[in-house]
Structures are given as C-alpha cells and as structure tokens.
C-alpha cells in the first residue's frame, strides 16, 4: 500500500511538472478569483473494517465496493483557491460478517458536501471536503434479514492533478483518504478508506 500511494504521487508531481514545461500550454488556466466551476465526479474504493456493538458480545467484520457519483457547482474566491458544495449520492454492496454468520449488505447513501480546493499553477492541487447526509442499509443473511437507517460523517483530504485541455475545461484525477463515521440508535462504525477519483471540471469566467 505505501509503494502505491508513492507511486501516485510521483507520478502526479511529474505530471505537474511536464504540465509546466510544456510549450503548447501557452493559455491562462482558468483559477482566478471569480471564475466559476461545474463539473461531475465518479469514485470507486474497497473498505475492510472490523467494529465492536455496543452491550453485545458481538464482533464484526465488513468489507465492500463502494461506488460514488458527486456533481459539484463552485467558485473561485481568491487566485487558486476554490469553495464548492455537491450533493453526493453512493451504493455500496458488500459482506457483513457477526462472528460466525455472514450477510450480505446493499447501501445507499444520500447528503450534501462542502469541498476547498488549492490549485497550484502547475495544475497540481490539495483539497479537503466534508458531508453529512442518510444512509440505508439492507441486510440479507443466512439467519435473518433486516434493514437499518441512520446518518453519516465523511472527511475527505486528498492530492491530485488537473489536466486542463484549454482554458475552460479539465480533466482531474485524486488520490482521497476518507475517514467516515455511520451511526445509528444502537450502533456505529467508523471506517477508514483510501481511493481513487476522476472527474471533468468545466470553468467559466465571471463575466
């Protein structure tokens, strides 16, 4: 995992720094104060956790896919410096596993984000992004079969490269960690994840 992660960021920072270099990128990238950016992300990443249930003697483990698609409306309130929101919708399916009796579990997840986002002029970026929102969870097991409701907190830092074809439109792919907190009544989880995201940004200027 430690290879991977600095294999991305190697590559990312060459990248940024043969985007810098190149002479056919004579345009002005489009972050400055004002501008304004719409653009779509789609995200995929693998969570393995494991939890405790509270007055119980029951040990968890779970581990599933999760699949996200977050659209994003923002804008530039200083040189580089991007504020935006972004309703985010995600399923997941994975297996649950109660000390010796498996589940399956499907999940869906609905809330709203806020995200800041530091461009650099070499199309390198650092951003952080927080939501809150429901979540739904359906539980098909070899015993029972049950369902649960409950709300969320994600915190999401990340590093990444934005590719700019021209001066209003990009393509951005991230490296994100994702710390994300589920509770309910009875129970919570929280689970550490670590994933990949490609998303097309489009800018417009502020006139």
Same mark, same amino acid.
């Given at each position: 995992? *430690?290879?991977?992660i600095?294999?991305? =960021?190697t590559?990312?920072?060459?990248?940024?720094?043969?985007? @810098?270099?190149?002479?056919?990128?004579?345009f002005e990238?489009?972050i400055?104060?004002?501008?304004? @950016?719409? %653009?779509?992300?789609a995200?995929?990443?693998?969570?393995?956790s494991?939890?405790? @249930?509270?007055y119980?003697n029951?040990?968890?483990?779970?581990?599933s896919l999760?699949l996200? =698609?977050?659209?994003?409306?923002?804008?530039f309130?200083?040189?580089?410096?991007?504020?935006?929101?972004?309703p985010?919708?995600?399923?997941s &399916? %994975? &297996?649950?596993?109660?000390?010796?009796?498996?589940?399956t579990?499907?999940?869906?997840n609905?809330?709203?984000g806020?995200?800041a *986002?530091?461009?650099?002029?070499?199309?390198?970026?650092?951003?952080? %992004?927080?939501?809150?929102?429901y979540?739904? @969870?359906?539980?098909?097991?070899?015993?029972?079969?049950?369902?649960?409701?409950?709300?969320?907190?994600?915190?999401?830092?990340g590093?990444?490269?934005?590719?700019?074809?021209?001066?209003?439109?990009a393509?951005?792919t991230s490296?994100?960690?994702?710390?994300y907190?589920?509770s309910e009544?009875i129970?919570?989880?929280d689970i550490?994840s670590?994933?990949?995201?490609?998303?097309?940004?489009?800018f417009?200027?502020? *006139?």
């Amino acid at each position: 995992m *430690k290879a991977f992660i600095i294999s991305v =960021i190697t590559s990312l920072t060459f990248m940024g720094s043969t985007a @810098q270099t190149d002479p056919s990128k004579s345009f002005e990238k489009p972050i400055k104060k004002g501008y304004y @950016q719409i %653009g779509g992300n789609a995200s995929a990443s693998y969570i393995n956790s494991s939890s405790k @249930q509270p007055y119980t003697n029951y040990n968890s483990t779970f581990s599933s896919l999760n699949l996200a =698609i977050t659209p994003t409306v923002g804008k530039f309130l200083a040189n580089g410096f991007l504020l935006s929101i972004s309703p985010v919708f995600s399923v997941s &399916k %994975g &297996k649950t596993k109660y000390n010796s009796i498996a589940n399956t579990t499907v999940g869906a997840n609905y809330g709203l984000g806020v995200n800041a *986002k530091y461009y650099f002029p070499t199309g390198l970026f650092a951003k952080i %992004g927080s939501s809150i929102g429901y979540t739904k @969870q359906t539980f098909n097991g070899e015993v029972s079969k049950s369902s649960s409701e409950g709300s969320y907190i994600n915190l999401t830092p990340g590093i990444g490269y934005a590719y700019f074809f021209n001066n209003h439109i990009a393509l951005e792919t991230s490296l994100n960690y994702s710390i994300y907190q589920y509770s309910e009544s009875i129970y919570s989880r929280d689970i550490n994840s670590l994933g990949l995201s490609l998303s097309l940004s489009i800018f417009l200027d502020k *006139k």
